[in-house]
């Protein structure tokens, strides 16, 4: 009984964050009547990533915004249109594997990819050169760390939320030992600007005028404490946290949208 209760948690922990692509939209932007433009990006290696863009008129602000790597953009509509809905334009993608973007082959059990921030950078350069718009980077998973890890020197990120981003891979490797989770990391991403820690404590983008983080109380693989010390790394002067309890996902979204795009709101408003 003890071996199956353990094999049930080591099952369910790994399952919450193996990469889950998914190459069919089971929802498109026609299915909430939203208004949008189909782009295709090139990133490194030849990969062209699929995008939609949502343009609002009732503000300047864009958000780019990278998800968790479980289904694919089509799947986060929902959040797009009250995105939309309170001003800002909108620009997600999908990374490489992943609905309509270019091929590459994924192993589940690996928790992120070196590419997957290549494609940030794409989608980031691309945005820049076409839109206008004050740039912020919206990401929660590995999504929120590479928003923080790739956007914090960015040249023309105004703003980073950031809804449960990895902190640090050396400790994240021991996590994984700690709830034996069957899960791996690129070579050589520890302790360089792959690193959300490493990356937070170096001189930010010249535009760059503030950071939100949110974490659930009841993540597993991210401790309160964990976000605490990326918080206080931080050499941000406008730098905010912001904790749901009971949440024990890797996205909070679900738990209270409400409230969840209220703190995105006023964090907007105060940048």
Known sequence: MRLIVLLTIITFSTVLMALSPKRTYNHTPHDFHMTYEKLTIPSSGGAQLNAWYFPSDLGDQLMIISHDGVGNMGDYLERVKILVHYGFSVVIYDYRGFGQSSDFKINKFQYVYKEFYDDFD????????????????????????????????????????????????????????????????????????????????????KNLRGILYLHGSKNFLYSSEDMDKLMNATSLDFKELYQFDVASRMDNFTINESDYAKQIYGFVLNL
């Open 122 to 205: 794409a989608v980031y350069n691309y945005c820049e050169n076409r839109f206008h718009h004050e740039l912020i980077a919206y990401g929660w998973g590995i999504g929120a760390g590479i928003s923080v890890s790739r956007g914090y020197q960015k040249e023309d990120i105004a703003g980073i939320i950031a809804d449960e981003p990895f902190v640090d891979f050396t400790a994240l490797k021991a996590q994984f030992g700690k709830i034996n989770a069957v899960m791996t990391l690129p070579d050589g991403i520890e302790n360089n600007d792959f690193n959300a820690l490493t990356v937070v404590q170096k001189t930010p983008g």
